[in-house]
């Protein structure tokens, strides 16, 4: 499974983000996807996991304020990030692994990841 992230940027802080990533097959055993994010200095973290149906996990920095979304039919997963802040800042990573978790060592696959910017 490859994964192709794309979206990051520069944004003023309150200001939003869309994220999407690509995936280049479906592969049944690998149909949960999740953002993942690290900043300089940090451990990587979860930002939102989904499932194939629909489930998903946040992050406590995500919620209420980022929504993770997928199109099975395009193998795309979307994260929506809404009133972002400078604390938001990181290098924002796609994986894809076998279940909902919030640990990264429980994905198997990974993006290249996408750089989120967010000024103050």
């Known amino acids: 499974v490859q994964l192709q992230a794309s979206g990051g940027g520069l944004v003023q802080a309150g200001g939003s983000l869309r994220l999407s990533c690509a995936a280049s097959v479906r592969t049944s055993n690998y149909d949960v996807r999740a953002w993942f994010r690290q900043a300089p200095g940090k451990e990587r973290e979860l930002v939102a996991a989904?499932?194939?149906?629909?489930?998903?996990r946040y992050g406590d920095s995500a919620k209420g304020r980022f929504t993770i979304s997928r199109d099975n039919a395009k193998n795309t997963m979307y994260l929506q990030m809404n009133s972002l802040m400078p604390e938001d800042t990181a290098v924002y990573y796609c994986?894809?692994?076998?279940?909902?978790?919030?640990?990264?060592?429980?994905?198997?696959?990974w993006g290249q990841g996408t750089l989120v910017t967010v000024s103050s």
């Open positions: 989904i499932s194939r149906g629909g489930a998903t």
């Open positions: 994986a894809a692994g076998p279940l909902l978790s919030s640990l990264w060592r429980n994905y198997d696959y």
